[in-house]
């Protein structure tokens, strides 16, 4: 089945179970019907793709609206200390790339800040900024707030859902208490940092995600890896970059 130069399907037919259902002379007909039958599925494909977008475009909305979206640049970093000026300077160069990022820094000091700050200062400021705040998702249901899930994938959920990295597609994640994310999830979190791409719970679509993670933490995850607490090849993976705060 052919449209467009590419092949949208495949029509196949035998007589081994009967000799004389399909004859020679059924071809011409059969191909109409597979021309057909090409056009409808190519049609189905673009508006599953219709469909998608307009579900990540009202999912990227809600996600706006909600108050854990920031909003700002550096007007939200008060402070003109020799330290202050290092750290926004570090900041503006981090910007520029387009690494992960790991922000260290002891609990209050404004990681937050600092993460917001990296994102609109880079090439990806018109983009979505999405949070996900690692110690406050429950091992359960991590899988589906970060990868989504799809209908029916588990009791409760009636819709499917877009996941952080979903919607963070062109812009950043930023995930912050990385160190307390719990360690069945850690290993998926490995795989999309090397392909970005996943599958959402209970669907066989693979999707990919073009996003840049910053991560923040007041752990020592030197520290936790030196004993064995925390994966080494997640950590050097999460520290391309890693400003102190």
Do not use: W
Not at 40 to 62: A, G, P, Q, S
Not at 213 to 240: C, G, P, W
Request: charged share 30%; hydrophobic share 40%; net charge negative.
């Amino acid at each position: 089945m052919m449209f467009k130069d590419k092949v949208a399907g495949i029509l196949y037919h035998d007589n081994r179970l009967l000799n004389s259902v399909f004859k020679e002379s059924d071809i011409e007909l059969l191909s109409f019907y597979a021309a057909q039958a090409a056009v409808v599925l190519d049609n189905l494909t673009l508006r599953d793709e219709v469909r998608r977008l307009n579900e990540k475009m009202l999912d990227d909305k809600k996600y706006e609206e909600e108050p854990h979206y920031p909003v700002g640049q550096f007007k939200d970093i008060v402070g003109k200390s020799d330290v202050i000026q290092q750290m926004l300077f570090l900041v503006e160069q981090v910007a520029a790339t387009d690494a992960n990022a790991l922000i260290l820094g002891e609990t209050g000091v404004g990681k937050d800040l600092v993460a917001n700050a990296m994102h609109f200062q880079s090439a990806r400021r018109g983009k979505p900024f999405i949070k996900a705040n690692c110690s406050a998702l429950t091992e359960t249901l991590i899988n589906s707030e970060l990868f989504g899930h799809e209908r029916g994938a588990f009791t409760g959920a009636n819709n499917r859902r877009i996941g952080r990295f979903e919607l963070a597609d062109g812009g950043t994640l930023f995930m912050d208490k990385i160190g307390d994310l719990p360690l069945s999830s850690r290993a998926n979190l490995l795989r999309i940092l090397q392909s970005h791409e996943f599958e959402r719970v209970g669907g066989n679509e693979t999707v990919h995600s073009d996003f840049r993670l910053i991560a923040a933490t007041n752990r020592d995850l030197e520290q936790l890896v030196e004993e064995k607490s925390f994966r080494a090849d997640l950590y050097f993976r999460l520290s391309e970059i890693y400003p102190d705060v």
